[in-house]
Each structure stands twice: as C-alpha cells, then as structure tokens.
C-alpha cells in the first residue's frame, strides 16, 4: 500500500510550487494533489540529506562566482567546489528543484508558470507560429539545474561533424576527438554491453544515462513501422549509426529524472566552501574600466542590489538568452546597443546576442482510430510508480521517442542527418484517479499522437538584444524563424516521410492511425495525401520553434569579429571572465543540447581548475601547500573551507590529491573500456560512421 510521509534521516521540506495545479478540473486536483503529497514524502525523490541551502551571509569575495546554476552552471560550480582551497559561489535566479519534478511523466509541470520558467516569448514572426499570434513561446526553466530540471531528459550528443566543424572554422581544440572525452567524463550509462556499446560510452559519471523503465506500447511499434520505410531501427543514435529511429536513452535513475543540480551539485552539498544564493538574479558584472579586469558581480536579491567580490574568475552560465543580456548589461557587447542604452562601453564585442540559432519544426496531429483517449495516469499507475518506479510515471509518453534521417537536401555523402522527429502522445501528465475501461470510452474520444520533424541545420539566423536597462526586463529575442528557405524545404521532405510513417501496415492496422480530422483547416489542401502548400501553411501556422536556443557568445579565434569568448571561454578582452554554457556553440549540434552543453561545461571547469590550480606553485621542496597555511595564489586556505575528503594534513592523502591533480584528467581512472586495451582511445572507429544512406527523394 502506499505510505503516508517516509521517516527519512533528514527532514523533508516541500520544495517549489505545487505541480498539481498545472492539471485542469476539480476533480483531478483533488486527486493530483493526494498523489503529489505521496511523491512528496519519499525519501529517494524528496533526497532531503543532499539538498542545497541558501546561504544568506555571503564573504565579501569568492575565488569564483558562477552565475547561473542551470544544467552548464551546476556542473562548473560542482567541479570547482571539488577544490576545498577555492571558495566558490552560485547565484541562482529562482529556488531548488521541486521534489516532483524528479518523476519524468511530470516534465511539463514546471512550464509556463512565472515562478519556475522565464516565460520567453520571441518578437513578433512574419511566417512561423502564426496560429499563437506569432510570437512562439520557449520554456526556459527559472530552478536550480535550470533546463535540465524541465527538459525531456533525452541525451544526444549531436554529430562527430558538428564538431569537427567547430574547429575548423576557428574552435580549435574542439573537433570530436577532442571533446569525446568530455562526453565521457560526465557519463554513467547503465546500458553498456546491453544496449549500447562500450566503444561510445562510459560508467562512473555522475550522471546515470539509461532508457526509461517504461515506454508505451506504441513507441516500440513506431520503431518496428520504420522498417517498412526502409529505416532499420537502432538502439544508440549516439553510437554507430546516426539515423533510424529508437526509444532514447535518457537522464534518468531509479524511474526518476537525474537534473546536472542532481548530478554534480548534491553530492557536495555539504562542502563548505561552494555557497548557493537562490532567488538571485545577477545584474552585471563588474569590470575595472582601465584593466579590463573582473571585480565583482552585481546582483539583486529580496529588492536590494549587492556586490559581491571576485578574486579569480567570474563564470556566467545563464544561458543562451540571459548569458548575452548580462554581457550587455555590463558594457561588452556591440557599441550601437551599448550607446543606444547609455551603458558606458567597457568593451567593444559586436558579436554578443548575435548568431541566434534554434531548431525549428512542423507539429504534425495524428488520431489513433482504434484507440480510446483513455487517460494514461489512474490509481493503478499511480500505485506502479509509487511501490516500484515504474509504469507510466516513470516515462515521459512518447517524448523519449525520437528518430534520424538524411533527407535529400542532407550534408553531402548523407554525412550528418539533416532532419529529427520528435513524438508527444500518451502522457501520464494528469489524471483524475479513476481506473478507466476502454470499452466505455466513446467512440468520438481517440487519442491523438504528434509527431514533429525538426530542421537540424537551420541556415537562419537571429539576435538578441536589450529590452531595457532593467535587469529584470526579457531580453528581445529574434530567432527570424524561416527566414531562409533551407528550412521549409527540409520540413517538407519531414513531413512527407512522417505521413508515409502514420501510414504504415502496422500503425495504420493496429492504431487506425489517421491525420487528425480538420487539423490545419485554415490551410488548403489537407488529407491524406497533402500538398505541399498544406505542409508549408502548417509550418507556418503550427511551428515547433524547439528549445535549443544556442550561439549568442560564440566561440573563435580573436581574428573573428563576431567570436564573443575564445577556444578556452575567455571574454575576449577581459579578464578573468568566462562564458560557460550553450551560448558559446557556434552552430548547433545535430540533436538535443543538453549533453554537448554538459561537455561545455566539463571542458570549460577543466579550463578554470588547470590555469589555477595551486600546485603549479608548489614550493620547491616539493610539500606543497598544507590545509591551513597561507597560499600565495588565493590567500584562502584560511582553515575555514575544511573537507575531509580532501584533507592535507596526511602525507598520504596529499600525495593521492596530488596524483588526482597533476595528471589534469581525473576522471581518466573511471574509464571502461571493458576488456579492450586503453590503446583504444587512439583508435578511428571512435568517430562515427559518415557514410548513412540518404532518404530516397520520392515517397
Ligand atoms: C522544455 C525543454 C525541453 C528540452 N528537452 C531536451 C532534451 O530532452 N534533451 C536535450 O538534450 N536537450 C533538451 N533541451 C535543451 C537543453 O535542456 C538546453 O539546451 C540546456 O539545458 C541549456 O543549458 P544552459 O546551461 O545553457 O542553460 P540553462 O539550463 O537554461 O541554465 C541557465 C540558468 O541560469 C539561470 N539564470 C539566468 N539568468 C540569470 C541571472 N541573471 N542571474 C542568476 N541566474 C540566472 C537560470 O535560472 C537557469 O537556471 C530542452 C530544453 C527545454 C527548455
């Protein structure tokens, strides 16, 4: 049976706003709220022993501040925090991470509520989300973990190309060779060998990849329906193929959702030296004008506006929509804007809010003939995922669904896919507690199933730019949706291919499955075999503008006008100044962004602890600096910022510290490589494989 509240060994407090209320009716409020209390009180969701707190009396400085604890953030502040010699510290915008947003059926409770998500809106699109008044709305998570706290969890790593791509266009150091490690660093796949293969992924990271416990019955038909297309499925779009369709390997342990906050901030949630200040919103950095050097960070907290200190680096990791603002806000930035808002030009970077890129798709309805719109959550999945982490609870419908394919206007040679298919249907979202008869559901309630293809290497660009000088004020983002053709035209090809998928032997036999009956009916030429000026107006009308908003500080070389932070994320200009998180992609990457943004962030903290790590300064006599003397380099070992996990005082332990440090790849002693030699790291078969077939051009 399912128990009240849980006696766990810390007590548990009720974190963030109530999800219950996101669902609609008297009835299933009733019932969501019982359930949401149960969720509430478990010891493996509620985690109360690992929860941060917010700290409320700050030191006048911080070796570092890391301004943004969203998914890049909560990784740099985890990684520099494992230093106990540096004090670092974390301002958040809004508060820790409500206990349910840990079950993955919930993934869209966090959305659209001003306490949680910044509530994005685009300007105004000539030709996309025309049926919302043409101004799309990207979800953008205002919680510690930030996106990875609301996202879908599903982990892709985009192409070996993307990368390569990224190098040699000025990233040096990035091409995938070099950043395939950084995937690994993070990683704990609990599918090797079963599902997925050692060549491509790793264990020991903090962050557990797995499939989810459950998926509906219809993603794995979808999967077996793309074989009639001529798509053999895969198990790992992140290992040796790059198209097919697959159930994704997803963020997730224990049947419950693993957010980076989770996964890098937790476990050290007891170190005294990393201080989190939640419901801080950053309003500047502070930068002596004539050094060109960082001093502080501005930021408001309860109304009043405070400075605190920076003696080594200040990192922003706000994201690709506040990352820029704060730029601005702060003098860097183009000179026109700085001027246009009287904000004295500290230093002169046009690139900063420009080469806004998005993902950008068509939602296409489908209804499900045979199958009554039977509500997914009811007391029996309730109760699977209460006693077991398991059931509908435990997944995220159709979300983890998710499909590659080249269509005709892919890369050359089909080296990177060009279009994705994301699905939505079958959610456990809300539900009212009844345990519902398909037989008695009316024939008129069918279920309906979204899928939408994406664009994956859309050619229109945007910007980003200030509303105002307040802080507070959204940004005006422009992401200038199809304002280059490429992208319609490979919706087009998409959409094609998703009505050939509906219209497969076994969807269309077991399902029925239909184009949903007057969908898009503002646009002519709907049915079964649409035209494309139908599948141009949908695209219009019912855009999937994505929420892989990346580009707005740029990564290059000095020599590119419009590169914002150079290959090591340093503010070009400034110093002690880095950009750490999806802003700095200079393109998309060929798929979701959280994994790319999670090896960003390992790279970029690697990049902080290797240019100031102490023991580079190591006296001659080769001791090195014990806990509680004076260092020369931070002046901060001062016998406060104690752990016992890495205590100097014993020979030993120095010496094991010292190993861990001075190879600059602590994470090298995790790597599984199962029976293979390490001789593997150097082995080409590590890059994916280029050549996959390009869709045929008619269907
Ligand atoms: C709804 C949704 C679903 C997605 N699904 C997937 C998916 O399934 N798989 C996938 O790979 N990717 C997915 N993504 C994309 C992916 O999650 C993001 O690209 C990635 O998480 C971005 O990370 P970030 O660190 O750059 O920014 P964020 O995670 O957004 O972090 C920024 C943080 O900074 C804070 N902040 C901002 N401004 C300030 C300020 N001035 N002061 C203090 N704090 C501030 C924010 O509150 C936030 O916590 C999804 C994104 C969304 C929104």
């Known amino acids: ?372 719109d039977a509500p997914i959550l009811d007391w029996a999945s309730a109760m699977e995922y209460m006693l077991k982490r398991e059931g509908p609870l435990a997944g995220t419908g159709l979300s983890q669904l998710t499909g590659m394919m080249n269509s005709k206007f892919a890369p050359a040679g089909g080296r990177q896919p060009d279009i994705q298919y994301f699905f939505s249907g079958y959610h456990a979202s809300c539900g009212d507690g009844r345990n519902t008869d398909p037989e008695n559901y009316d024939s008129l309630e069918r279920r309906t199933v979204m899928i939408t293809p994406v664009a994956l290497q859309p050619r229109s660009r945007g910007y980003l730019t200030l509303r105002s000088t307040n802080p507070t004020d959204p940004p005006v983002m422009q992401p200038n949706y199809f304002y280059d053709d490429h992208e319609m035209d490979v919706l087009l090809e998409g959409a094609k291919i998703a009505y050939r998928l509906a219209n497969t032997t076994l969807l269309r036999e077991k399902y029925g499955m239909v184009p949903a009956p007057g969908y898009g009916k503002g646009c002519p030429g709907s049915g079964d075999s649409p035209t494309d000026e139908f599948l141009r107006c949908l695209a219009r009308m019912y855009t999937a503008p994505e929420n892989h908003q990346v580009g707005t500080c740029k990564m290059g070389p000095v020599n590119d006008p419009m590169a914002v932070v150079d290959p090591q994320l340093r503010v070009h200009g400034i110093q002690g100044l880095r950009v750490i998180d999806a802003a700095i992609m200079p393109t998309l990457p060929t798929g979701n962004t959280a994994a790319p943004t999670i090896m960003i962030a390992e790279r970029g903290a690697e990049f902080v602890i290797t240019r100031h790590q102490q023991f580079k300064k190591r006296p001659d006599n080769g001791l090195g600096i014990r806990f509680g003397e004076s260092s020369q380099s931070s002046g901060t070992n001062n016998g406060q910022w104690n752990d016992n996990r890495w205590s100097y005082g014993n020979g030993a332990d120095w010496q094991n510290n010292e190993q861990k440090w001075n190879n600059g790849k602590p994470w090298d002693k995790t790597w599984n490589w199962g029976d293979k030699p390490r001789d593997d790291q150097h082995s080409t078969d590590w890059r994916k494989k280029y050549n996959t077939p390009t869709y045929p051009e008619s269907i």
């Open 1 to 372: 049976m399912i128990r009240s509240a849980e006696t766990c060994q810390c007590p548990i407090q009720e974190i963030g706003p109530s999800m219950a209320e996101t669902c609609s009716g008297q009835a299933v409020l009733l019932f969501m709220t019982i359930l949401e209390a149960f969720i509430n009180g478990r010891c493996d969701l509620a985690d109360p022993c690992n929860r941060l707190n917010s700290k409320d009396d700050l030191h006048d400085s911080y070796d570092f501040v890391v301004v943004g604890g969203g998914t890049a953030g909560a990784v740099v502040a985890g990684r520099l925090s494992e230093n106990p010699q540096w004090k670092v510290l974390l301002l958040e915008a809004g508060g820790d991470e409500p206990t349910p947003s840990a079950v993955p059926a919930w993934v869209t409770a966090y959305w659209e509520r001003n306490d949680t998500d910044w509530l994005y809106f685009t300007e105004p699109q000539e030709k996309a989300c025309l049926a919302y008044g043409g101004k799309c709305y990207w979800p953008r998570a205002k919680l510690l973990g930030g996106c990875s706290t609301i996202n879908g969890m599903m982990y892709m790593r985009g192409h070996a190309a993307d990368y390569d791509g990224w190098a040699v266009n000025g990233a040096t150091g990035w091409s995938w060779h070099e950043v395939f490690p950084y995937f690994l660093k993070s990683e704990n796949n609990k599918e090797i060998g079963a599902v997925v293969s050692h060549e491509y992924h790793n264990v020991g990271g903090p962050m557990p990849v797995q499939r989810f416990r459950h998926a509906p019955e219809f993603a794995h038909d979808l999967v077996s329906a793309s074989l009639e297309l001529g798509c053999p499925p895969t198990n790992d779009l992140n290992g040796d193929s790059s198209t097919g369709f697959t159930v994704a390997q997803t963020f997730n342990d224990g049947g419950s959702r693993y957010s980076t906050a989770r996964g890098f901030l937790r476990p050290g949630a007891k170190r005294e030296n990393l201080h989190v200040v939640f419901n801080a919103l950053a309003s500047k950095v502070v930068v002596d004008p004539n050094t060109k050097k960082v001093t502080g960070v501005e930021y408001i907290k309860d109304g009043a506006t405070k400075v605190v200190g920076v003696n080594k680096e200040a990192i922003l990791s706000a994201g690709t929509l506040n990352s820029p603002q704060l730029l601005l806000l702060s003098g860097i930035g183009p000179k026109e804007t700085l001027e246009q808002f009287d904000i004295p030009v500290v230093q002169e970077l046009p690139g900063v809010g420009q080469n806004l890129q998005n993902h950008v798709g068509v939602k296409l309805k489908f209804t499900l003939m045979k199958e009554p």
